[in-house]
């Protein structure tokens, strides 16, 4: 880590200033420059990095590019809807405005290559051309030639470019099944918990000392670093919080220098911040609300998201919804012991076959047909129900409320299937409501 | 004009030669389907005049319940384009990952009448916050692509057309498909708020900030495909610094689904703010409050209509928009059918000239009503036989008993309301919760003769002081809102028993001397004998020890009473009031037909009774089977009813074969009996085609030659 960035083709006190912006990062940065060699060697046709979210991979790359001053196009996959708006881009950031005119209505591959033949000898680069492709697992979804042709574009247009491409996943991922050439693979590691110390360390306070911030952060990472890693994340749950922190040393109850105190004020926050804020159940700036006010409105605490687990539905609606719960979690044979009246004893034991013997919800919903819904639906309602237009459209509002999953084809002439999409408190719920007692029903709680 | 077919539906009637060349507008439509066809013009000038005093009277209520949310939304989009970046520090600025914040909108599963809603919202942000509103619906954005367009589209595209008002010639180009991005959508931006913020522009107000918030509006949350919608909250995160973007979310369910559509690393780029819009049934209840339980409307539903109505709501849809609309069709129906209706207005001059106009054709009708003729029995003989000669004196009558019945409304109302007030926090609510339940009891008889009635009454003379004055209290409130003569009565008895509720606490121990001087008076006057005046004395000492009979409880007994008076003498059911009939709508089942339609009920109907729609004497049959004169289709279903799950063709078409015969009245002795020949071939294979287009059968690769069922049950 001591180890600095040095590279014979750059100027050494340039590269300090871009190893002073990557903390943590200069290693794997090193190896990057050697990969890349001086700016006007050809460089390897592609390089793959990969790495948990933030751990610098963008960071570190486009600091380079952009420091060095060297010529590059980055482009993120999720915003390239069409593989269209991926040429674009790279030969606009490449040759200037002008290029990507010259690209036909719905581009293919062999257009975007024809072009940069054409417009890279007009502006003739002495450096290596970087084409820096972010959230590359997004490639594989694309057009399956795509990935093939980025991998060795060098050869293609006969030019010195690299294409650089970043993901979270392992590069065996990516492989084509008709293989491909492999690119260089270099892994970014998580940064460990000094790294993430040395790193949110930085962001000083202008009107504290750096050594109360780092004891903050130590705190923090205290609290956090069990459930999470993520750089970005905890540089938020920081600047939500420190204010909190910072509290007893404005009232001047507490010295700067009694970190114990400190502690003991700000950690059960924190904890209640993992709780909420950090599941981003209450909202960023509703925290920061709730952290302004006293102590004694604290108890009337903000009520998140997942507090708000109540629905509304019509009456029908929760019939037909109970139904489906049970259509979903019990074997299709029970059904006659269920809503029969005179079904006879069925031992649990003998009656099923081994595999149902598993709890059904530990297998999860299952599939079942329409009919079989209404059939029960009649059954569990307790007045008569007329089969009327609005009974059917009720299954499909289910539907779209996501409280219920169509499976296969949309034709409903063709006998459509259904799972119930919602879980057992939820279904519980919604049974009380309607003096139904589903337990009672459900053959795994029989 | 009419047709021979049962089934209502659209009919083409081709003008007869010169006869009214103009197109049929409304008012000609009213008057076909109307009975008596003279004064449809008026009912139909009647109808759309309430129906637009009603239409206006729920928009406003909307936009009153709405207010709330709405409001509340405002103020945060405001909040959110000033910036909390702007008002903290430089430090927790640059500290802070920048979310994007968002509004989630709770809406409740009544989708149909989240677009009212929505419809107003973008109003609003328009009107007073920014002119960059994009409404998407799941439907329309299947993929990224498509959302994209349709964002860019919504905002650059409006935009344009304002611009193109304002100067010409400097017209933005709708987006071209390929550069439908967050990029492009950025540098129009930036040109946009370069452009407002030089002078001279009108759009530079003082209330409007510099660079107005971009909102997107997802309307149905739920429906949005999740890879999508949290590819498209990725691309906005990474633009959140150059566009002030918000997004709302309309949700339907719960707020917890926002969790179930996106994943943390998604989620955690969003800083969602919770919006809860009022519930449908409180939504209900306010409509019902103003547009039913009202003498200002004319037009009533009677108990069942109102019944079918509410049902729908609560069983089917939860959606007031629908209940509107049934209320509608009510209104329709009433003013369509009923002669009388013309007598149905919302002013008393009205009523007056439309009654002095009357025709005797109309009166006639009037001296059948059922309300009517009982009404008359009760007279006097000599009355009776003026109001069925005299027209005159018949009119004058029905002035004077259309005005009771408007009477009859005004103090309905109130009582109704002054009851439910009483009621409505008692034990285990006997008589309902909502005041509509206690209004369609009202409806449908007598109900003070109802057992919850009693109940009621009962646990109300248990009530403790304070409890039973809030509650009276109210009802004075409610009282003094309405200006009837023939309430002014009860509101003084009312006071005069609040009053002496007060002088209570003072006067106590007077009364409750005077109650010791009077009880054994009364004893005195019995002791006659011994084993009686032993009787009284147990049963004095009794009453004494469980329910000391205080001044408190013969004031709230005597104020139950008056209640129970004002209940009796105002709550008849309106089935009593003499010319009810022009007021009150009743074929419930009609409503229920249209607005809860069974078309598998129909169809099954159809096909297995032919006779019930087409009225054709040769398909009657005895025991109610089909007759094998019944059309091919009816058939071809019955005879695949007694099959099993597959069903083969060629039995099929040799089974139909036979019964065709039958029908031609063939000798079954014949070669020709039953013999398959191409004009009974095709006519199978047509009826067979229609029961598949129906959804009975469907063709199946199990076995060859073979149809499966997609029915069960049959023979």
């Not at chain 2, 279903?637 to 039958?662: F, M, P, Q």
């Amino acid at each position: 880590m001591t180890a600095s960035l040095q590279h014979p083709g750059y100027d050494p006190e340039r590269l300090l200033c871009v190893a002073e912006k990557m903390p943590c990062r200069v290693a794997q940065a090193g190896t990057l420059l050697s990969l890349m060699g001086e700016p006007a060697q050809y460089s390897y046709p592609s390089i793959f990095l990969y790495g948990h979210r933030s751990t610098g991979k963008s960071h570190v790359i486009n600091t380079l590019l952009m420091d060095l001053e060297l010529p590059h196009a980055t482009v993120s996959c999720v915003e390239c809807v069409s593989v269209g708006l991926m040429f674009e881009r790279v030969l606009l950031e490449l040759f200037g405005p002008d290029t990507s005119t010259l690209l036909p209505r719905s581009p293919s591959l062999s257009d975007f290559v024809r072009i940069y033949r054409q417009q890279a000898p007009l502006s003739p680069a002495n450096q290596t051309r970087y084409i820096v492709i972010e959230m590359a697992e997004l490639l594989r979804d694309m057009d399956s030639n795509l990935l093939p042709v980025l991998v060795r574009l060098q050869e293609l247009v006969d030019d010195n470019v690299t294409v650089i491409l970043l993901s979270e996943i392992v590069w065996d991922r990516f492989r084509p099944n008709t293989g491909c050439f492999e690119p260089l693979i270099l892994y970014f590691p998580d940064y460990s918990k000094g790294d993430l110390q040395q790193i949110l360390s930085q962001d000083i306070h202008p009107s504290y000392s750096p050594e109360l911030y780092s004891a903050f952060i130590n705190i923090l990472l205290g609290v956090f670093y069990s459930v999470c890693r993520d750089l970005r994340e905890l540089r938020h749950l920081a600047a939500l919080n420190f204010s909190k922190f910072c509290e007893p040393l404005k009232e001047g109850k507490v010295k700067e220098s009694d970190t114990h105190k400190l502690w003991r004020n700000i950690e059960p926050h924190l904890k209640k911040a993992m709780q909420t804020v950090y599941l981003r159940d209450v909202s960023s700036v509703q925290w920061e609300q709730q952290l302004q006010q006293t102590e004694e409105k604290e108890c009337a605490a903000l009520k998140g998201l997942s507090a708000h687990a109540h629905v509304e539905l019509p009456y029908y609606s929760k019939f037909l919804l109970i139904a489906a719960y049970l259509a979903s979690y019990n074997p299709a044979r029970t059904d006659r012991r269920f809503f029969l009246k005179h079904h006879g004893k069925i031992k649990k034991t003998n009656f099923l076959k081994k595999h149902e013997k598993t709890s059904n919800h530990l297998l999860g919903p299952k599939p079942f047909p329409l009919d079989r819904l209404l059939a029960i639906f009649y059954s569990v309602v307790d007045s008569r129900v007329a089969p009327s237009a609005s009974v059917f459209s009720q299954i499909s509002s289910l539907v779209t409320l996501q409280l219920l999953t169509q499976l296969g084809h949309d034709d409903q002439l063709d006998a459509p299937k259904y799972k119930c999409a919602v879980a057992l408190d939820f279904i519980r719920a919604i049974s009380r409501t309607v003096n139904f007692d589903i337990v009672k029903y459900l053959y795994d709680f029989l | 004009m009419s047709t021979s077919s049962v089934s209502k539906g659209c009919f083409v009637f081709k003008p007869s030669a010169k006869k009214r060349r103009k197109t049929s507008d409304m008012v000609d439509y009213f008057s076909h389907g109307c009975d008596g066809g003279e004064d449809s013009s008026l009912r139909y000038t009647l109808c759309k005049k309430l129906w637009d005093t009603i239409k206006e009277e729920t928009e406003s209520l909307q936009d009153e319940l709405n207010r709330q949310i709405l409001e509340g939304l405002l103020h945060f989009i405001k909040r959110c384009c000033s910036g909390p970046r702007h008002t903290a520090g430089p430090w927790e600025a640059r500290m802070r990952a920048s979310e994007i914040p968002t509004a989630a909108l709770v809406l409740g599963v009544n989708v149909p009448d989240h677009d009212m809603t929505f419809q107003s919202l973008c109003e609003l942000l328009q009107q007073s916050v920014t002119p960059h509103v994009a409404c998407l619906q799941a439907k329309e954005c299947g993929a990224l692509k498509g959302l994209m367009r349709k964002v860019l589209e919504r905002l650059v595209g409006s935009a344009a057309e304002e611009e193109a008002d304002e100067e010409e010639g400097d017209t933005h180009p709708h987006p071209k498909g390929a550069h439908c991005t967050l990029a492009t959508l950025c540098e129009w931006y930036e040109t946009k708020s370069k452009k407002s913020s030089t002078p001279g522009k009108k759009r530079s107000s003082e209330e409007e900030p510099a660079r107005p918030p971009i909102v997107i509006i997802f309307k149905d949350l739920e429906a949005f495909n999740p890879r999508v919608l949290q590819d498209f909250i990725l691309i906005c995160s990474r633009y959140v610094e150059q566009l002030p973007l918000i997004l709302v979310f309309g949700i339907a369910t719960s707020p917890s689904t926002i969790q179930q559509v996106l994943p943390h690393s998604v989620s955690s780029l969003l800083c969602i703010e919770l919006f809860q819009s009022l519930s449908c049934t409180q939504h209900l209840s306010t409509v019902m409050d103003k547009l039913i339980l009202t003498h200002h409307f004319p037009f009533k539903p009677n108990a069942k209509v109102l019944q079918v109505l509410v049902s729908i709501f609560l069983y089917h849809d939860f959606s007031v928009r629908n209940f509107i609309k049934g209320l509608k069709l009510a209104l329709l129906e009433h003013y369509l059918n009923q002669p009388l209706s013309v007598l149905c207005c919302e002013k008393k001059e009205e009523v007056e000239l439309n009654t002095t106009q009357l025709s005797h054709r109309g009166l006639e009708s009037v001296r059948q009503l059922a309300s009517f003729r009982r009404y008359v029995e009760q007279q006097q003989p000599q009355e009776q036989v003026a109001l069925l000669t005299s027209d005159q004196h018949m009119k004058e009558t029905c002035k004077k008993l259309l005005k009771d019945l408007h009477k009859y409304h005004k103090n309905y109302y109130p009582v109704l309301r002054c009851l439910h007030a009483l009621t409505r926090s008692l034990p285990r609510v006997p008589l309902g919760k909502q005041i509509r339940e206690l209004h369609i009891t009202c409806l449908e008889g007598n109900v003070w003769e109802r057992e919850e009635y009693r109940s009621a009454m009962q646990l109300l003379r248990m009530l403790a002081k304070e409890e039973l004055l809030r509650e009276l209290r109210g009802c004075q409130d409610i009282l003094k809102l309405c200006r009837s003569t023939k309430m002014r009565a009860p509101l003084e008895r009312l006071q005069e028993l609040l009053d002496q509720f007060e002088r209570l606490d003072e006067a106590k121990p007077e009364t409750a001397a005077n109650e010791d001087m009077t009880s054994p008076a009364k004893s005195m006057e019995k002791k006659t004998d011994l084993f009686q005046l032993q009787k009284t004395l147990l049963e004095m000492k009794e009453t004494r020890r469980t329910k000391k009979l205080s001044g408190f409880e013969i004031l709230r007994n005597e104020a139950l009473d008056f209640i129970d008076a004002l209940v009796r003498s105002h709550l008849v059911p309106p089935e009593t009031q003499p010319l009810h009939e022009v007021c009150y709508y009743s074929s419930s089942a009609l409503l229920r037909r249209h607005l809860n339609a069974t078309p598998r009920t129909s169809i099954q109907t159809a096909l297995s009774s032919p006779y019930h729609y087409l009225q054709n004497d040769a398909l009657l049959t005895e025991d109610g089977g089909v007759s094998n004169a019944a059309p091919d289709l009816c058939i071809v279903h019955k005879l695949h009813l007694e099959c099993g799950r597959l069903i083969n063709l060629y039995d099929w078409l040799e089974a139909y074969a036979t019964v065709v015969s039958a029908a031609e009245g063939k000798d079954p002795e014949s070669e020709e009996y039953g013999k398959v020949d191409e004009l009974k071939h095709a006519r199978f294979i047509q009826a067979v085609s229609e029961l598949q287009f129906l959804g009975f059968i469907k063709s199946t690769k199990q076995k060859t030659d073979h149809v499966a069922r997609l029915t069960w049950g049959g023979c």
